[in-house]
């Protein structure tokens, strides 16, 4: 007779695992720090674009603010993913956090002592960028040290529920806060936030890299290593397809006014529809511990992106388009899910740290010059001709990939090979 489940077994087939969050209190005090922390680093985020823009009255200069977060990353990531594979990664977590901390109690200085210059506030957002460049490549090479192999996958489920909440909920709260206490409140609150993460980092053990064979990591070994891996390798390739293809965020002002007839409250609704879609990717995540070939997932969820998107630009009802862009910020989230697993998993421990640095490089440059690449297009043609075309060329090249790659089709989680 076969044994019927119970509805704890079942939703467990379903929703998150909380596994990693109920055997580790070590990883329990980290996951509660970084979401703390993601709320007050979108609280802050928003609070800046808005001082920008009080400041100054121009849109080019809000835009600054992003110009000026991204050089860092992409500049800092690679050099944080060394330092990360050198030094004791909790060390490093404890010094990036607190710098970021000192950063947002600086933004809430300036404010009470009504300090505005945008200089200022651009200086503070890309030390900030530093810090995050630094203190990010540490802590996701910090949860194998953690928790054992076969819980990564729901981890980093629970991980992407941080971010994905951080980014809905801080500029909500941030607008609000802004509103009615003003920067200096909003900023304030942020550097206190820092203090959950900093906590939760002061509790762990030392982490030390297992083994460097070498007194110094270098970000050339850690290309070269990557070279050398065709499965790691064509998680950033495939990723790479989504981004630069179908990245439609930039073309959502013209899309809400000629599409459909709407504003910045429209605009605002596209905007949040993919990271609604990407946090209901990680809370309904259950079902992906029964699959053991991450390679062909990553494959599916990065054509089902395609798709969703193609399908949007051929949307002209809101609540369909809005429909389609969750289902895309879905499969994103999936995606992303069984990338970082594989990166934990297959990679060893001395090159975690440069790999998780070039991950922050590809996150953090793929969808800007996906922006470009979707202007471009619609300057060309139009915003329908960028949005669906661009979808089914994500789809096609995944498809060619797909032939080419076939061992990352094989990739089986019980059986890891980079």
């Known amino acids: ?89 909790r060390a490093l977590g404890l010094a990036g956090a607190t ?84 920067y200096q409140t909003a900023y304030t609150i942020d550097a206190l936030a820092f203090s959950a993460s900093l906590y939760a980092m002061w509790r762990l053990p030392a982490m030390p890299p297992e083994h460097t064979g070498a007194r110094r990591a270098s970000v050339l070994d850690g290309l070269r290593f990557l070279g050398t891996r065709p499965n790691l390798r064509a998680t950033f390739v495939s990723d790479l397809f989504a981004m630069i293809l179908a990245q439609p965020k930039a073309l959502f002002p013209a899309v809400a006014a000629l599409w459909f007839g709407g504003d910045a409250k429209t605009t605002g609704l596209l905007v949040a529809a993919p990271a609604f879609g990407a946090l209901m990717g990680g809370v309904v995540s259950g079902w992906q511990g029964r699959i053991r070939h991450h390679g062909q997932a990553i494959l599916v969820a990065v054509a089902a992106w395609g798709l969703a998107i193609a399908a949007f630009g051929l949307s002209r009802n809101l609540w369909i388009g809005l429909l389609c862009l969750a289902a895309a910020g879905y499969a994103d989230t999936s995606s992303m899910i069984f990338r970082n697993t594989m990166m934990q998993v297959a990679a060893p421990d001395e090159m975690r740290g440069r790999l998780q640095g070039v991950f922050i490089v590809v996150v953090a440059g793929g969808p800007r010059l996906g922006d470009f690449v979707a202007g471009s297009v619609a300057g060309l043609t139009s915003p329908a001709v960028a949005i669906t075309g661009g979808g089914l060329a994500c789809v096609l090249a995944i498809a060619v990939f797909a032939l080419y790659a076939r061992g990352f089709r094989r990739y089986d989680a019980h059986d890891p090979k980079p």
Request: net charge positive; charged share 10%; proline share 5%.
């Open 99 to 182: 710098g970021s901390a000192v950063l947002s109690a600086a933004l809430a200085a300036a404010a009470f002592a009504g300090f505005h210059r945008v200089w200022f506030l651009y200086a503070i957002v890309a030390l900030q960028a530093v810090c995050a460049a630094l203190n990010s490549p540490a802590r996701s090479a910090m949860i194998p040290r953690l928790i054992p192999p076969e819980q990564l996958r729901a981890a980093n489920a629970l991980n992407s529920m941080v971010m994905t909440f951080g980014t809905l909920v801080g500029p909500s709260l941030g607008g609000v806060i802004v509103g009615l206490a003003g």
């Open 1 to 89: 007779m076969t044994a019927v489940e119970s509805p704890q077994e079942e939703k467990r087939r379903i929703f998150a695992d909380l596994t990693p969050l109920r055997t580790s209190a070590d990883y329990r005090r980290l996951w509660f720090g970084n979401t703390v922390s993601w709320i007050g680093q979108g609280m802050t985020a928003l609070a800046v674009s808005l001082q920008v823009y009080d400041i100054t009255g121009s849109a080019f200069s809000v835009g600054l603010v992003g110009l000026c977060s991204l050089v860092p990353l992409v500049v800092f990531g690679l050099y944080g993913g060394a330092i990360a594979d050198t030094v004791d990664r």
